[in-house]
Every structure is written in C-alpha cells, then in structure tokens.
C-alpha cells in the first residue's frame, strides 16, 4: 500500500520563475492538503483540495496555487518565485469525508531552494 | 495569538526513561481535534496519536499517551521507555471543528534528543 508520495524531491529556482510541485494521495484518500515548512518552524497550511475544489486556504497570496485531478492526486504551483518561498513543501492526504479522528498523512516532502 | 504552542524548542531524555513534551493550544470552537507527529531528519512527517475534544480518557498509542487537560487547554506527550530512534522534532497539531474540511494548525516543534 503506497504513502503519499511527492515529486521531485528537490528544486532550485531563482527569483520571479515559477514552480509546479506534485503530491499522489495515500490509496483510499480523496483529499490532499498542502503545507510550507521554512526551515526550524511548523508546516504553515496553504490549502485543501476534495473533489477537484479548493476546501480551504491558508494566509497565502495568490501566487500559490493548486489543482487536483480525478485521480485525487494534486500540484501545487508557486509563480513569481521569492527568496521566502524557499522551504519544505509537504502534501498530506485524508479521506475528505470523515469527522473527528481523521488523520492526515504526509509525504516526505519537496525541498525548494529559491536564488 | 498562536493557535498552538510548544514551548520547549529542545529537550533531552536518557534511553528508557519517560520524557513529556508539552503542548497547548487556542479555540474557543467546542469540537476539535488535537493531534501529535514526529518528524526524523528524513523530512515526512508521522502520526503518533490523536485526542478529541470530547474524549473522555486520555489517547494512548503504544509507548505514547497523551495527557489531556480540557480546562487548562493542553495536550502534552509522554512517550515511555524513550529510545535511540525517538530523537526527532515532535509537532502538536490542532483541527478545529470537527470535519476533515477545517484548517489544521502546527506549532513550533520541539527537538527530542534521547542520549544512549
């Protein structure tokens, strides 16, 4: 039974590109949340998509983005890269219609470095 | 105001002995969800245990249990008879409401070092 996987695992962009970052559910997930990790502190949330919609959002600009397809799976996009964007991306699946203990699981991340 | 916070950035434990990592948090939403995971150097982040806020006894999982204390609003960790693989960053995590849909919050992290 495959984990959330993430893809690539590393990235180096520079300044003012543009990023696509790519998260497969765990199996049995509909549900795919997205999360920025700068270096020495806690995942902040970006947001959450269930059936192809986003579901939430964090406190971020525009410039980050998302997409899930049918097959659940999910990009993140980050346009106009900035030095501050440079973090651990993680992608955590759910099963989206669940109440109380329902656990998110995460994958082992995209580290994105920007110059 | 921070929705969850660790105040212990670092601590250190002797293999086999118990060690809590304190956790509290902010809501004035009645059903939530409190939530801990480690994170190894590796990067992906592992679910350890999970607490509602309507759970009466305390969640235990294995070599961890959760202290629950609704009133004073923290969720601490013990994890018992510590081991050389525990060494990790811990995080407390909070869902407020009780839906999947709601956001999910992290604090800082503590860095949990067992020595041999």
């Known amino acids: 039974d495959a984990g959330v996987t993430q893809s690539p695992t590393h990235l180096i962009k520079t300044r003012g590109q543009q990023v696509t970052l790519r998260c497969s559910p765990k199996?049995?997930?509909?549900?795919v949340s997205w999360y920025q990790q700068a270096l020495g502190q806690g995942p902040q949330f970006i947001f959450q998509y269930y059936e192809e919609e986003e579901r939430q959002r964090g406190n971020f600009p525009d410039r980050f983005s998302g997409h899930q397809f049918p097959n659940y799976s999910s990009e993140l996009n980050v346009n106009a890269l900035l030095l501050g964007d440079s973090a651990l991306y993680l992608c955590?699946?759910?099963f989206g219609t669940g109440v109380g203990k329902n656990i998110q699981y995460f994958g082992a991340g995209t580290r994105l470095s920007v110059l | 105001a921070q929705k969850i916070t660790q105040t212990q950035p670092g601590m250190f434990v002797q293999e086999k002995e118990a060690v809590t990592l304190d956790c509290t948090y902010d809501?004035?939403?009645?059903?939530?969800?409190l939530f801990w995971y480690k994170q190894p150097s590796s990067g992906e982040m592992i679910f350890l245990i999970y607490?509602?806020?309507?759970?009466?006894q305390n969640a235990t999982e294995g070599r961890y249990s959760l202290n629950f204390q609704k009133a004073r609003k923290s969720a601490n960790l013990v994890i018992s008879a510590s081991q050389l693989g525990d060494s990790a960053m811990y995080f407390c995590?909070?869902?407020?409401?009780?839906?999947?849909?709601?956001?999910?919050?992290f604090g800082s992290g503590t860095k949990l070092n067992v020595k041999p």
């Open positions: 955590a699946s759910s």
């Open positions: 995590a909070m869902r407020e409401g009780r839906h999947n849909f709601n956001k999910f919050y």
């Open positions: 199996s049995g997930h509909d549900t």
């Open positions: 607490q509602g806020s309507y759970d009466q």
């Open positions: 809501t004035s939403d009645p059903s939530y969800g």
